[in-house]
């Protein structure tokens, strides 16, 4: 297998991130545990497995595979590398018409933009449909793309598109209770969070994948194919918060991240309305947090 698979990539950083979990002498799971687990081909399992070893992060032996360390930063992939075509074109995207500060009523050519991103026009055409879904741009009869504007109101509107799945997902958790793959993984979750508080100076820019990573689980628990699609695309455009305001990412990432552990907790001691309270109080935070950090198009 390539190593510059950006499937394989993806594969590789979630396997860390399942690695990490783990205390040092405990042993993965069997290989077809771990494509169940982390929804990938046995070739793929058996590939980061191998690198796993060759890393020294797990000794493999046989049908064992004992953690001898736990990962660091430089054992990932950069976000960017794991992207696939269709994805690297969406971020490209997002950070076109963000970054560049565009207006509403901004004609966007798509000429202009497959040179920019390095993409085919069929998938920059696929990513411009995929976004005018949500009212973000519009094609005119017979003429350009148009910009119409990241305002509040279509954030709001998105957001609360997303608290909503996001409460029938944790809600879906609690009634399959601690018994089930997915609230386990959320669980396996803690000392991931525990560490990222701890060190948290020099941890905070890992936050938003842990964070992504969190709210997953929950999402992919409910197996509902709309609910994914619409996920895929508006945690593009969720997660750039995380970019647009750096002033106090230190602190909301802090505030994130123990917001995550009270939630964990929760549901580790048992306590299914105090979690799900803790968790209302994170989509409360979550919003008011993304409403502070953008410069909206309808602002003055």
């Known amino acids: 297998m390539s190593r510059d698979n950006s499937t394989y990539k993806d594969s590789l950083n979630r396997s860390l991130d399942f690695v990490a979990a783990l205390p040092i002498e405990d042993t993965l799971p069997s290989e077809v545990e771990l494509t169940q687990r982390l929804g990938i081909s046995r070739t793929t399992v058996r590939a980061v497995l191998t690198q796993l070893n060759e890393s020294g992060i797990i000794q493999w032996s046989g049908r064992t595979k004992t953690v001898l360390r736990k990962p660091v930063a430089a054992d990932y992939f950069a976000k960017e590398e794991t992207l696939s075509t269709s994805e690297r074109v969406e971020t490209q995207f997002m950070e076109y018409i963000l970054g560049g500060d565009l207006k509403p009523g901004t004609i966007l050519h798509e000429s202009e933009m497959v040179r920019e991103f390095g993409a085919s026009a069929s998938v920059l055409r696929e990513c411009l449909i995929k976004f005018s879904r949500f009212g973000l741009i519009e094609k005119e009869p017979n003429r350009h793309w148009v910009l119409r504007g990241f305002t509040q109101d279509f954030a709001i509107e998105l957001f609360d598109v997303r608290e909503m799945f996001e409460l029938r997902a944790f809600q879906a958790l609690l009634d399959a209770g601690p018994d089930s793959t997915r609230f386990t993984q959320l669980v396996a979750l803690e000392k991931a969070h525990e560490s990222i508080i701890r060190n948290i100076d020099a941890e905070f820019l890992n936050f938003p ?38 002033q106090d990412e230190h602190e909301r990432n802090l505030v994130a991240a123990q917001q995550h552990l009270a939630v964990i907790r929760a549901l580790e001691a048992g306590y299914k309305q105090s979690a799900l309270d803790l968790f209302q109080t994170h989509l409360n935070s979550a919003r008011t947090t993304l409403l502070r950090s953008v410069t909206w198009d309808n602002e003055t």
């Open 209 to 246: 994948r842990l964070d992504e990573q969190f709210h997953r689980i929950l999402l992919d628990g409910l197996s509902n194919r709309f609910i994914d699609d619409f996920f895929e695309l508006v945690s593009v455009i969720f997660h750039y918060h995380y970019r647009w305001n750096k």
